[in-house]
């Protein structure tokens, strides 16, 4: 029987990528959506005409509750789950100064990037060391696994540096149970690149001359740390950007107005 992996966020942007490239790859997969219902139902669609089996989860994944009721019906419906994959994360696309920020914003980046995968993994370690065997993936951004910080990007980056931490951590508690826990950084990959497949974009070239990055970039790294003779690769942070500087990039100093 397939392995089933539960990924957040799936219906659209690189949880999309993730959907499409790990059901390929043989995985049944349950994926959690928001308010995109119709773009879910289409790519589970797509996944079952493959010869997968796909289940779409209505889920607030702010909610301890709501994830803990999506996870039991991934159970119920694909018998199990071997693989996590935390997709979801909130991002704040203004430049915001953290002085700016109020204790609801700071709890929203927290809880929609770091504690909800404390939910995840509490809600999913014991029947995966059971079966002796997990894998979880985090996502995380350019230098996450360096703790670098981001000018105007200060709480996104102080959560996604602390799940890298995490990620690492579960890593060495649960590795005696067959548990893998590694974390990729995707790259400046924008708008609907983020749902296309390299066979997509195979003609187009960046002013650069090179094919523009898209989503399957990161699933592929994805399906990489899920595999089950990937057991040494853990603890990881890999960055899949193209050698590009993406915080650089976005933090050239701005003198402020007086």
């Known amino acids: ?70 996870v039991s019906a991934a159970r119920g419906a694909l018998g199990g789950i071997d693989a996590v994959v935390h997709n979801f994360g909130p991002f704040v696309f203004e430049r915001r100064p953290l002085a700016d920020y109020d204790d609801e914003m700071w709890r929203q980046m927290m809880d929609g990037n770091l504690t909800n995968f404390f939910w995840l993994y509490r809600a999913t370690v014991h029947e995966m060391r059971a079966n002796r065997f997990g894998r979880y993936v985090t996502v995380g951004y350019d230098g996450a696994g360096e703790a670098r910080g981001w000018r105007f990007r200060a709480a996104y980056a102080a959560a996604k540096s602390g799940l890298a931490a995490l990620t690492r951590s579960i890593a060495r508690e649960e590795r005696i149970y067959g548990i893998t826990a590694n974390m990729v950084c995707p790259g400046d990959i924008r708008g609907e690149d983020k749902m296309r497949m390299i066979e997509d974009v195979k003609d187009v070239r960046t002013e650069e001359g090179l094919r523009p990055p898209v989503g399957e970039d990161v699933a592929r790294a994805v399906e990489w740390f899920l595999r089950e003779d990937s057991q040494e690769v853990n603890g990881t942070v890999l960055e899949v950007t193209g050698a590009r500087e993406i915080v650089a990039k976005d933090s050239f100093p701005r003198r402020p107005e007086p």
């Open 1 to 70: 029987m397939a392995k089933v992996v539960f990924i957040t966020s799936g219906a659209k942007g690189l949880g999309h990528s993730m959907v499409l490239t790990l059901a390929k790859a043989g995985w049944d997969v349950a994926f959690t959506y928001g308010s995109s219902q119709e773009e879910a139902v289409a790519l589970a669609g797509r996944v079952e005409k493959s010869g997968r089996r796909a289940l779409p989860i209505h889920c607030d994944l702010f909610s301890r509750d709501d994830i803990q009721s999506a």
